[in-house]
């Protein structure tokens, strides 16, 4: 009976989030360049602010000005996404975490992701920020206890593909593919699918299996019925 209570309330919780988000509209294209260049400008502002104490009374208006426009644009650039969240973490409802704590863990991977968005190379946001609120779920899930432990033997070829799958992000400013991680560390592809499956480290199973496909490693550990 108590059981049934909670999962009552956290239904009702859920049914009442998702009316309270429903209210921010979604973004074009050109409105994610906008609302990215506002958020640069914003925070170039805010580090001329900090550094230059000499500069005239104008001047300081102006930049806390467009601070203000960055923080604004920032906010709106997260609530226009969090629907985005919301379809993303319902796939991990298998993990025995409740749907709102999976929310909030993948809403801390949304505003990462507005953080780091570079609209400059031309990425659609949602793709883009699918891959770090993914991260940000499957993190929160680990921290649970609830993912399968990867054996310590296995901790060394772990950190190698931890490490170059850094080294590769940074190179091409995307994940990598499995291909692309098995010839960085001179694996096979299906042993470094099998060390990343039952790694303890969450992040690489959000990585694409081909640069051309949908398949990601995550989806091994993702709610098929939903």
Same mark, same amino acid.
Do not use: C
């Given at each position: 009976?108590?059981?049934?209570? !909670?999962?009552?309330?956290?239904?009702?919780?859920?049914?009442?989030?998702?009316?309270?988000?429903?209210?921010?509209?979604?973004?074009?294209?050109?409105?994610?360049?906008?609302?990215?260049?506002? !958020?640069?400008? &914003?925070?170039?502002?805010?580090?001329?602010?900090?550094?230059? +104490?000499?500069?005239?009374?104008?001047?300081?208006?102006?930049?806390?000005?467009?601070?203000?426009?960055?923080?604004? +644009?920032?906010?709106?650039?997260?609530?226009?996404?969090?629907?985005?969240?919301?379809?993303?973490?319902?796939?991990?409802?298998?993990?025995?975490?409740?749907?709102?704590?999976?929310?909030?863990?993948?809403?801390?991977?949304?505003?990462? +992701?507005?953080?780091?968005?570079?609209?400059?190379?031309?990425?659609?946001?949602?793709?883009?920020?699918? @891959? @770090?609120?993914?991260? +940000?779920?499957?993190?929160?899930?680990?921290?649970?206890?609830?993912? !399968?432990?990867?054996?310590?033997?296995? &901790?060394?070829?772990?950190?190698?593909?931890?490490?170059?799958?850094?080294?590769?992000?940074?190179?091409? &400013?995307?994940?990598?593919?499995?291909?692309?991680?098995?010839?960085?560390?001179?694996?096979?592809?299906?042993?470094?699918?099998?060390?990343?499956?039952?790694?303890?480290?969450?992040?690489?199973?959000?990585?694409?299996?081909?640069?051309?496909?949908?398949?990601?490693?995550?989806?091994?550990?993702?709610?098929?019925?939903?």
């Amino acid at each position: 009976m108590a059981k049934d209570r !909670i999962d009552r309330d956290e239904e009702d919780l859920v049914r009442l989030y998702l009316t309270d988000i429903g209210q921010y509209v979604l973004l074009t294209k050109e409105d994610e360049v906008r609302l990215a260049k506002e !958020i640069e400008e &914003g925070k170039t502002a805010e580090k001329q602010l900090a550094a230059n +104490a000499k500069m005239s009374a104008e001047r300081k208006r102006e930049l806390r000005k467009l601070q203000r426009l960055g923080a604004r +644009a920032e906010r709106q650039f997260v609530q226009s996404n969090l629907r985005l969240v919301v379809s993303i973490a319902k796939k991990y409802q298998a993990s025995g975490l409740p749907l709102l704590d999976l929310i909030q863990e993948g809403n801390l991977g949304l505003m990462h +992701a507005v953080e780091k968005f570079d609209w400059r190379k031309g990425f659609k946001f949602s793709t883009y920020a699918t @891959w @770090w609120i993914r991260q +940000a779920i499957t993190r929160g899930i680990a921290n649970t206890g609830r993912t !399968i432990r990867l054996p310590v033997h296995a &901790g060394d070829t772990l950190a190698r593909l931890q490490k170059a799958r850094s080294r590769l992000e940074l190179k091409f &400013g995307r994940p990598a593919t499995l291909a692309e991680l098995a010839a960085e560390v001179e694996m096979p592809e299906d042993k470094v699918t099998e060390a990343l499956r039952f790694a303890n480290e969450p992040l690489s199973l959000s990585e694409p299996l081909r640069e051309d496909g949908d398949a990601e490693l995550g989806d091994v550990v993702e709610d098929r019925s939903v």
